[in-house]
C-alpha cells in the first residue's frame, strides 16, 4: 500500500457531503449501526472536550498511562501533517495499511448516502479501535460536545472539559454560556467529569447540565487545585497533596492542563508514579514547539525558531506569555489564518512585544486568509506587519535584520503542518 491510497479514499470521503461542518449525530448513528456499533467495543473511555488545551491534556494522559505499562488508543484532530496522526492504535500511529481497510470499509457501508469528512473518519477510528486490544481509549472532541461524531460512548469511564472560551461562534453559539452548553454535553448519568479553570459564565452552565444529567464533578478551585511553586507543580485534591515537576510542555497555560490530566489519573486510582510520567514524557507537536533541525531551522540560524498552531484569542494570550518568559531576544512573528477565526484578536496579544509581524496565506487551503488580510488584520491590532510571499522569505528578511532574533510562526495548525511537512525530520512520529 502507498500513502496515496488513503489519501484518494479520503479525497472521495470528502465528496459525500456538501457543507464541512453540519452538527448532528443522525448520519454517524446510520454509520455505526451499518458496520457493526464498533463504539460499544471500545476499551474504557476517557473522552475531553473544551476549546483550548484538549490535544495537551491528552498528551499527559497518554504519557502518565503508558508510563505505568497501560496500551492507550488515540483519537484527535485535527492532523498537522498527514492524516495517520489522527489514530493511534494502542501507542502508534495507524499504518497505511490499515487505514485504508477501515476507511475503505466505511465508505463501502456509508455508500452514497451524505455524512460529513469527520463523521465517516471518525466512525472508522473506531471500527479500528474495536479490532485492537488496549488498556484505554482517548477521545477528543472535533467540535463542540453535545453534537460531536465522537459523543456516541454511553458510558466513559470519564469526561473532561477543559477551558471553555469564543470559538466556532457561529457553529456553538455567540456567548460563552451558550458555548459551554454544547461542550457540556459530554457529560453522562453517573460518569465524573474533571473540569478545568473556567470562566464564571462557562461553569454555571456547566454545573446545570451536571445536576440535570447527575454527572458528579471535580472542579479546578473546588474540588482540586494546581499551581506552580518554586519551580515545581502542585496538585492538591481530596486525597492529598503532590509535588511534581514542571510539565515537559512549556507556558503557563500547561499547568492547568496537567491538573487535568493528573486529576483525571487519580479518579481513574492511578499513583503519583503516573502523574509525574504525564508531565515528563508528554509531546505534542507545534504547541509551543521548539525547532532544531530541518531546512528551515538551517536557514533562520542563529535565530531561534518556534512553532505553535493556536488560533483564538485565548491562546493567542498564553502563548504571549510563554513567550515573554523566555530570556529576551527581539521576537518576530510569521503569522497565517483562517478567515473563520478572530485574526485581530488572536495577534492582539502580541502587540506590545513582537517588533514586526510577517504574513502569509496558507497554501492549498481554501478558507486562508490572504497575507494582506492577515496583515490588515494585524494593524488593527495595533502592530506593524508586513505581508509576504511565504515563511521562507519571511525568514530571511528576519535573520538579516536581527540574526539573533525569536521567530515564532503562529496562527493556525494548517500552517503548522505545513511547516512540519518541509521537512521528513520534523514530522509527529
Request: glycine fraction near 8%; hydrophobic fraction near 45%; charged fraction near 25%.
Amino acid at each position: 500500500m502507498t500513502a496515496a491510497s488513503s489519501d484518494a479514499i479520503l479525497e472521495r470521503m470528502m465528496s459525500l457531503h456538501p457543507k464541512v461542518i453540519d452538527l448532528t449525530l443522525d448520519r454517524v448513528w446510520r454509520l455505526l449501526e451499518a458496520v457493526g456499533h464498533p463504539e460499544r467495543a471500545l476499551p474504557p473511555v476517557i473522552h475531553v472536550a473544551g476549546t483550548n488545551g484538549k490535544g495537551s491534556t491528552i498528551a499527559m494522559l497518554r504519557a502518565g498511562l503508558e508510563g505505568s505499562g497501560q496500551t492507550v488508543h488515540v483519537y484527535t484532530s485535527p492532523h498537522l501533517a498527514r492524516f495517520h496522526e489522527r489514530i493511534r492504535l494502542a501507542g502508534e500511529l495507524i499504518d497505511e495499511q490499515d487505514l485504508t481497510a477501515v476507511l475503505d470499509e466505511c465508505l463501502e457501508a456509508n455508500g452514497p448516502a451524505p455524512i460529513t469528512y469527520f463523521e465517516i473518519t471518525t466512525v472508522a477510528a473506531l471500527l479500528a479501535f474495536s479490532r485492537v486490544p488496549a488498556n484505554w481509549t482517548l477521545l477528543e472532541v472535533g467540535l463542540g460536545g453535545r453534537l460531536d461524531a465522537t459523543n456516541v460512548v454511553d458510558q466513559p469511564a470519564l469526561t473532561v472539559i477543559t477551558p471553555v472560551d469564543l470559538d466556532h461562534q457561529r457553529f456553538l453559539g455567540e456567548t460563552l454560556a451558550e458555548i459551554a452548553a454544547e461542550k457540556a454535553g459530554i457529560l453522562k448519568p453517573g460518569v465524573p467529569s474533571i473540569v478545568g479553570p473556567q470562566q464564571s459564565s462557562a461553569l454555571d452552565v456547566i454545573k446545570r447540565r451536571a445536576e440535570e444529567t447527575g454527572s458528579p464533578l471535580l472542579v479546578h478551585g473546588q474540588e482540586w487545585l494546581v499551581w506552580e511553586e518554586r519551580e515545581r507543580l502542585i496538585f492538591q485534591d481530596d486525597a492529598g497533596l503532590l509535588d511534581l515537576p514542571l510539565p515537559a510542555l512549556l507556558g503557563a497555560h500547561q499547568i492547568g492542563n496537567a491538573g487535568m490530566a493528573i486529576g483525571s489519573l487519580r479518579q481513574l486510582r492511578f499513583g503519583e508514579a503516573s502523574c509525574e510520567n504525564a508531565l515528563r514524557g508528554a509531546e505534542w507537536p507545534a504547541r509551543l514547539q521548539r525547532l532544531r533541525e530541518g531546512r528551515l531551522v538551517v536557514l533562520a540560524e542563529p535565530a531561534e525558531l518556534w512553532l505553535d498552531g493556536g488560533h483564538n484569542p485565548a491562546a493567542g494570550q498564553a502563548i504571549a506569555n510563554a513567550m515573554r518568559a523566555l530570556p529576551p531576544r527581539d521576537l518576530y512573528l510569521i503569522c497565517g489564518m483562517l478567515r473563520t477565526k478572530d485574526s485581530a484578536g488572536f495577534l492582539r496579544a502580541f502587540s506590545d512585544q513582537a517588533r514586526l509581524v510577517y504574513t502569509v496565506d496558507i497554501k492549498e487551503e481554501s478558507a486562508t486568509l490572504s497575507a494582506e488580510e492577515t496583515r490588515d488584520a494585524a494593524e488593527a491590532a495595533g502592530m506593524t506587519a508586513v505581508a509576504t510571499d511565504d515563511v521562507e522569505t519571511a525568514i530571511r528578511e528576519i535573520t538579516q535584520a536581527s540574526p539573533h532574533s525569536r521567530i515564532l510562526i503562529c496562527g493556525s495548525l494548517y500552517l503548522a503542518g505545513d511547516v512540519l511537512r518541509r521537512d521528513a525530520r520534523t514530522l509527529p512520529k
